[in-house]
């Protein structure tokens, strides 16, 4: 599946958004995408920086799917479920 990343690359605006990846200026954002597109891009941007990616989505059932997608171009991907999580802090508690 190379020639789909190197297909990828040539895109601008992948290229503006792997650059801005390469220079820290987090968090990024690339929408209007399908969700094998999605997958696509993330798999792309952490072959090409080296680095992994967190992304949010808005329920489990896309991060499941999303996962699916990620592991199926070849990236392990990992899924914190929703419910029992709770940041530290978070808890709408007052301390």
Known sequence: MEFLDEAL???PPYRVLRQAVAEGMLPGCATGLS???KAHVIHTLCL???QGALVITADEG???RLREDLAN???DALLYPARGFAP???EGGSK
Do not use: I, P
Request: glycine share 16%.
């Open 62 to 64: 896309e991060a499941s």
């Open 9 to 11: 690359r040539k895109e």
């Open 73 to 75: 171009l070849g990236t």
């Open 48 to 50: 090409d920086t080296g």
């Open 35 to 37: 969700r094998v597109h």
């Open 88 to 90: 530290q802090g978070l």
